[in-house]
Every structure is written in C-alpha cells, then in structure tokens.
C-alpha cells in the first residue's frame, strides 16, 4: 500500500472520520427496516410479511425472481408472493430482502459517483453469486445468506464513496482507491455492519475477507466460503504484481474440500456452474 502517494492523507482523514464516529452512517434502507422491526414481533408470521413487502414491487419481483432462480427453484414455476415466501420462509425472507435493499445504498445523482458505485455493486453481485453457489457445497451454510455475505463484505466502500463525493480527483485515481481499500475497507464495513446491529458471523466475513491464513475450531463457517471465494477472482484477474497464495494451502480450502483446482488456481465448481450468471443476473437486472 503506498500511503505515502500524494494527497492520500487528505482521503484517509476522510475514513478516519468515519470510523471514529465523526460522520453519520447511513440507515438501513427502508423496506430491510421494516422487515427487521416485523421480526422483532414474536407473532410475526409470513402473511404480515407478505403484507409489507407487497408495498414494493420492485422488492416483489425480486423474490418471484429469486424464487425461480438455479439457488431456489423447485418443480413448478413461482409465479406469486405468497408462494414465493413459503418457499423461503422467515428468516431467508429476511436476508434476501435485506440484500436486495442495499442496492439503494449504490445510488447518486454525479455522474461520476454513480458509475463507481454501481461498478461495486455489480462486482458486489458477481461475488455474491459465487458464494451462493459455493455454499451449495457446505452443510449447514445456506446460499442465501452466502449471497448476503457476499454482498456485505465490502459494504464500507459505497460510504466511502460518497463521502469521496467533493473530492472528484480521488474517485478518478484507480490507486488512491485501491490504497484506501486496502487501508480502511474492513474496517469502515465493520463499523456500519455494528452499526445496523447485523450478527458477529457477517462481521467477521467483512473482517477476514482476505485473511488467508485464517483458522478457527470446529467446522466450515460463512467467512471460508468468502474467503474461497475473493482468492478465486483474485486467481481470475492474474495479476502478476500481487502475492497470492495457492487455493489448496488455505485452511478454508480444507475445510470446506471444494474439489479440485485448475491450472490458474481456481476453484473447477466454480469454473464450470452454470447458475452463477442467472443468480447474478437476478440482483443486477
């Protein structure tokens, strides 16, 4: 990381601020919120539910859609709320209607904001998918809350982003970005996850996204199958001045036994799904 490249210092005090609690963090978008406060009501049931998500359509379509996607879809077509929700149930509900709403957090108004954000977001989504997928391989790990996982990992940049706002020749400088990724990523995303009052699981994804030589007791958990996951894009974009170790030498990699590795270093289930593109389609449509 070169923080010593000019003007970075300006940008970093900029996430210091954030992290210190010197700039307000932004809410949950509003239909996450009203899910969250509806299942805080312990006679909360799928019908009050239905009820409120019915309010958007576009979060409606969403879970129609989703429901008929490669992670969901059953034998017969979902073609309603109602049944979409029954097939997911409370809790998964929950997950996919808060990853869905984050996608109100990618939005401006300056053009120039606007295409770095929904840049993110669409490699946000493109990540997500490939955790989903992977997740299919683990027990007791379910795909959606990989995807939300997925999407959550990085979540400090977009605030970053915006507040980058007024510093137009920060958001065009590929290594000033890169720089405060590196620095601030994990640790502005953590203290929004805090914030929102999202679990320790997803706090720790956000945390250990990179930390290859991460171990812990006891069986595969969602920051390995992330963890799996970056340093298999990482492999696809070969880049030759960045160390990356090898996919089998990870201890996530042996707990979660993916199956074998090409000769990039990737991960062949992820090479080969054929559900990644309509997952991620499903998000960035």
């Known amino acids: 990381m070169q923080t010593g490249s000019s003007g970075f210092g300006i940008y970093a005090k900029i996430a210091h601020d954030i992290i210190a609690g010197r700039a307000s963090l932004p809410n949950l978008p509003d239909a996450a919120l009203r899910i969250r406060r509806a299942m805080q009501d312990p006679d909360c049931d799928l019908a009050r539910m239905e009820s409120i998500i019915k309010t958007d359509a576009g979060l409606s379509g969403y879970l129609i859609q989703m429901?008929?996607?490669?992670?969901?879809?059953?034998?017969?077509?979902?073609?309603?709320?109602?049944?979409?929700?029954?097939?997911?149930?409370?809790?998964?509900?929950?997950?996919?209607?808060?990853?869905?709403?984050?996608?109100?957090?990618?939005?401006?108004?300056?053009?120039?904001?606007?295409?770095?954000?929904?840049?993110?977001?669409?490699?946000?989504?493109?990540?997500?998918?490939?955790?989903?997928?992977?997740?299919?391989?683990?027990?007791?790990?379910?795909?959606?809350?990989?995807?939300?996982?997925?999407?959550?990992?990085?979540?400090?940049?977009?605030?970053?982003?915006?507040?980058?706002?007024?510093?137009?020749?920060?958001?065009?400088?590929?290594?000033?970005?890169?720089?405060?990724?590196?620095?601030?990523?994990?640790?502005?995303?953590?203290?929004?996850?805090?914030?929102?009052?999202?679990?320790?699981?997803?706090?720790?994804?956000?945390?250990?996204?990179h930390d290859w030589s991460r171990e812990h007791r006891g069986k595969a958990d969602l920051a390995d199958v992330v963890m799996l996951v970056n340093l298999h894009e990482l492999r696809l974009e070969n880049d030759p001045t960045r160390y990356l170790p090898e996919m089998q030498s990870l201890p996530a990699y042996e707990k979660i036994d993916p199956g074998p590795v090409s000769a990039q270093g990737t991960l062949v289930v992820l090479d080969e799904s054929v559900d990644i593109a309509a997952i991620e389609a499903t998000m960035t449509g």
């Open 67 to 209: 429901a008929n996607s490669p992670m969901y879809r059953g034998w017969l077509a979902t073609k309603d709320l109602k049944r979409a929700l029954s097939l997911f149930g409370m809790e998964m509900t929950r997950n996919l209607c808060l990853g869905y709403s984050l996608r109100a957090m990618f939005r401006a108004r300056d053009p120039q904001l606007k295409a770095l954000l929904m840049d993110h977001w669409k490699r946000s989504a493109h990540r997500a998918a490939f955790c989903a997928v992977l997740a299919g391989q683990v027990r007791r790990i379910s795909p959606d809350r990989a995807l939300l996982a997925g999407l959550l990992q990085e979540i400090g940049m977009p605030l970053l982003y915006v507040r980058l706002e007024n510093n137009p020749e920060a958001l065009s400088n590929p290594q000033i970005l890169q720089d405060l990724e590196e620095a601030f990523c994990a640790t502005i995303s953590l203290t929004l996850l805090a914030s929102w009052g999202l679990d320790t699981e997803l706090q720790e994804v956000a945390r250990s996204r």
